[in-house]
């Protein structure tokens, strides 16, 4: 079993993140399998749409959100076995240059470690803020996941997609990994899980203890993509998981601990991110 961490990135932590490399590497020489990162661009005061897309209200942890970017950067510099991950960068948001450059960058420093995860988020207000139309996010996630297939893999590269456009260019610095970084995707809703299958390197789901811990849900969502992973001519064990492991406030580490040996002993998931 593999047991991973998030970075030091929300809430009173994002105020000492000057420590990120001190954590990075004592959690490295611990044992860890992994260390993660997530997104959040902004907290909006008044938001249309809910933590999670649900309700109207974004819980004050996520008011303060140091970069995920520059975290990985920090992380992999510091590190040299642990696996870095991001469940999940709202990756619709950035330029595909950009994004592709970035991760390259944290891939070569590290030597080929990233997990990049990524998903279309639930916030109108950060595609707002970035000047796009939150109801186009899945299809230019679609687009995006194209993007970088070509940055990754041609030079000089080119893509022109409905939403992203990308000129013809040099593009000679390729990542670390080959022939490309793995895709990891979060999914919940079915058109989300037939992205995992048809696209997806790895899936990212969530669960929180004890509140949220629904394995019989996890079971069914990966039966769902197991069965549109064949219908598409793909297999199944080709795709990884990675479970993400929210806590809710006060729970004892032995209840923490407890959940994820049940998910292991249940599902077969073995990669886990607290």
């Known amino acids: 079993m593999q047991i991973g961490f998030a ?13 990120t490399a001190e954590f990075a590497t004592a959690v490295e020489e611990a044992g860890a399998a992994s260390l993660w990162v997530g997104d959040r661009n902004l907290a909006a005061v008044n938001p249309l749409v809910g933590y999670g897309g649900q309700g109207t209200t974004i819980p004050e942890e996520l008011n303060p959100a140091a970069d995920p970017f520059v975290l990985l ?7 040299r076995r642990v696996l870095l991950g991001s469940h999940v960068l709202i990756a619709p948001l950035y330029p595909p240059v950009q994004l592709a450059r970035s991760l390259t960058t944290i891939d070569l420093i590290s030597g080929g470690r990233l997990l990049p995860g990524f ?15 939150f109801s186009r996010r899945g299809a230019r996630m679609d687009e995006l996941l194209d993007a970088l297939e070509v940055l990754w893999t041609r030079d000089p590269a080119q893509y022109e997609g409905n939403q992203l456009s ?20 979060g999914a919940l809703s079915e058109r989300a899980l037939g992205r995992v299958a048809r696209r997806g390197d790895g899936w990212l789901p969530l669960c929180v203890v004890p509140s949220y811990a629904d ?14 992973a064949r219908e598409a001519g793909r297999d199944p064990e080709a795709i990884d998981t990675v479970l993400r492991v929210n806590i809710d406030a006060g729970t004892a580490t032995a209840q923490v601990a407890d959940t994820i040996k049940r998910v292991h002993e249940r599902t077969g998931i073995d990669h886990f991110m607290v």
């Open 7 to 19: 970075l030091p990135q929300f809430h009173r932590q994002a105020f000492d993140i000057a420590r």
């Open 73 to 79: 950067g920090v992380a992999a510099a510091a590190t």
């Open 166 to 185: 990308v000129p013809l260019h040099h593009s000679p610095l390729k990542p670390a990994r080959r022939p490309r970084p793995p895709f990891y995707l």
């Open 119 to 133: 998903g279309i988020g639930w916030s109108p207000e950060e595609y707002q803020a970035a000047g796009l139309d």
């Open 215 to 228: 394995i019989e849900g996890l079971l069914a969502q990966r039966s769902l993509i197991d069965r549109m």
